[in-house]
């Protein structure tokens, strides 16, 4: 158990239709990142916040938004949804940032769009 | 953006057997890191390298940190079942922003194991 908490673990959805997933990190840990992980295309990096604040985005969508709240807790929304947003999304904490602060993984939500 | 090339893409061993796999980058990363996938989770870090030319081991896996900074390997010895799963290199490149962290990822080398 990694210690990094993602809820739902499976969202059935229809196009159009917007959703929130949440990721609690482990406990001490400050940064949180979010990645998307599909069929062909690997992990694709989306978006990290350290203690509140937006820190690096990736490929995200404008149509996708997160925020890290002061629990430290985070939500990554997915709004107008089309099938290709069908995937798997993983949070991640680490306590700070940088080189020698490795990344823990939770158990991902699965995102379907039909 | 940056990409790492993972290979190889898959692999059929017989127990027992040792592995290797390997990752390169045109890019110069600060750290290399190994996680496993196993079906219906998320990755778990095996190993984290932090300088180069760094060697290290973590029970029957070894990993270490290309001298050029560019690339990867991830030896497993004396393969068993429970070794079945995706294994992921990711490195971290060097950021100008203070806090940020990108990890980029393989495309995963699936490792099958025959009894």
């Known amino acids: 158990d990694s210690g990094v908490t993602q809820t739902p673990k499976h969202l059935i959805t229809a196009t159009g239709q917007r959703v929130t997933l949440r990721c609690s990190p482990r406990s001490g840990d400050l940064s949180v990142y979010w990645y998307q992980q599909s069929l062909d295309q690997g992990l694709q990096f989306l978006i990290q916040?350290?203690?509140?604040?937006?820190?690096a985005k990736g490929n995200i969508l404008e149509r996708f938004s997160a925020q890290q709240f002061p629990d430290l807790h985070s939500e990554l929304n997915l709004s107008s949804l089309e099938l290709g947003d069908s995937a798997l999304y993983f949070c991640a904490s680490s306590v700070t940032w940088g080189s020698n602060s490795p990344l823990h993984f939770g158990n991902g939500t699965r995102l379907t769009v039909t | 953006g940056q990409q790492l090339n993972q290979s190889p893409q898959s692999m059929f061993i017989q127990e027992g057997e040792d592995v290797s796999m390997n990752c390169t980058s045109s890019?110069?990363?600060?750290?290399w890191l190994w996680y496993k996938q196993d079906p219906g989770e998320g990755p778990v870090l095996l190993i984290a390298l932090y300088k180069a030319g760094e060697l290290t081991s973590n029970g029957r896996l070894t990993a270490q940190f290309g001298i050029t900074r560019k690339d990867s390997f991830l030896n497993i010895s004396a393969s068993i079942p429970s070794d079945v799963g995706i294994y992921f290199c990711a490195g971290q490149p060097n950021s100008l922003i203070q806090g940020a962290q990108k990890l980029v990822f393989g495309q995963g080398t699936r490792l099958t194991i025959n009894p």
């Open positions: 890019s110069i990363f600060n750290t």
């Open positions: 916040y350290y203690n509140g604040e937006e820190r």
